[in-house]
């Protein structure tokens, strides 16, 4: 038996659970000075910036990104499209200049591929984050919220909870649910503790599973956040939040919304999300290490009006 029983069985929530949920997490306007557009990453104070500089100590780099996807499967029926539209075996000259080239078509949502939600990503009730009119989202593009917000990058103490590893198993198994307990538990269990304005990544083996029994739909099925554990990230006022699977259990255990954490995180916090990363090179780097916390570099593209970015999280210990 695993030492941390899993949480398959958290509570439902009922429409006004959800409701009262979203109200005591809600970020108020001003919460904090400087640019409100920004959401939480105006916890990532330039003093807290210089403090993560501290974690600095082997100089050792890892990635956090899933390597990009071109093949079809039941979790990603949209791959990344990749041509080669230069020269290339067949048409290369023995003499002279020719240059290799390619092309990328990419769709940023999806549940394959490591990506960063903007908070202009979620439409609830009408408006995006801050109440700001959801109608800003056009055809031609987002006009408010996007990607752009972080063109500066992001850059901060990161710190890894691996629930598994807390619950001695490979891999949650989908439709089960991490608990605000268990986040606290995994910091214990670490001898960590995460702090205002850090990057919070959660661990709950999406990618394992997916690398040792293959993909699965994975829209409607797999493990995440419980609602009630986005309290956590309030009270530790966090400034990302980053996943190995897309934050939300599937099946949601709230009525009528599919996806609680994104608009709880999102919409109601203000929290940039980075779903799909992969921790396993990470995981074995920390236990190497012999620590749970890392600087961390986040270099969103600059994407003109876009609501997410493909992203190449990089750990640095």
């Known amino acids: 038996m695993p030492a941390h029983a ?29 640019d409100p557009r920004r959401g939480a990453l105006e916890e990532l104070t330039p003093d807290r910036v210089r403090a993560a500089a501290a974690e600095l100590r082997s100089g050792r780099t890892v990635t956090m990104a899933a390597r990009v996807e071109t093949e079809r499967g039941p979790d990603d029926p949209e791959p990344c499209e990749h041509v080669m539209t230069g020269a290339v075996r067949g048409g290369i000259a023995s003499t002279g200049l020719q240059f290799a080239r390619d092309r990328f078509t990419m769709n940023v949502h999806g549940d394959a591929d490591s990506h960063l939600d903007a908070l202009c990503h979620v439409i609830y009730d009408g408006t995006l984050y801050g109440g700001v009119d959801a109608n ?37 198994e989908p439709g089960d649910h991490v608990t605000l307990d268990d986040l606290t538990a995994a910091e214990r269990a670490q001898r960590v503790r995460v702090g205002e304005g850090d990057l919070l990544f959660v661990r709950v083996g999406h990618r394992r599973r997916r690398a040792e029994l293959g993909a699965w739909h994975a829209a409607e099925l797999r493990a995440g956040l419980h609602p009630y554990a986005v309290e956590f990230l309030r009270d530790r006022r966090v400034a990302v939040l980053g996943s190995d699977g897309n934050h939300d259990t599937a099946p949601s255990c709230t009525e009528g919304i599919d996806f609680p954490v994104h608009v709880l995180a999102i919409h109601s916090m203000g929290l940039h999300l980075l779903d799909y990363l992969q921790f396993e090179d990470l995981v074995e780097v920390c236990e190497v290490e012999g620590r749970w916390s890392f600087l961390c570099v986040i270099a969103p593209l600059r994407l003109p009006d876009a609501t997410g970015s493909p992203v190449n999280p990089i750990a640095v210990f």
């Open 6 to 34: 899993p949480a398959a069985g958290a509570p439902r929530l009922t429409a006004a659970e959800f409701a009262e949920l979203y109200a005591r997490v809600r970020r108020p306007p001003g919460a904090a000075a400087g």
């Open 136 to 172: 800003s989202v056009t055809p031609d593009g987002a006009t408010a919220l996007t990607v752009e917000a972080v063109r500066d990058g992001i850059v901060g103490r990161g710190v890894l909870l691996d629930i598994p590893r807390l619950r001695g198993v490979p891999w949650l």
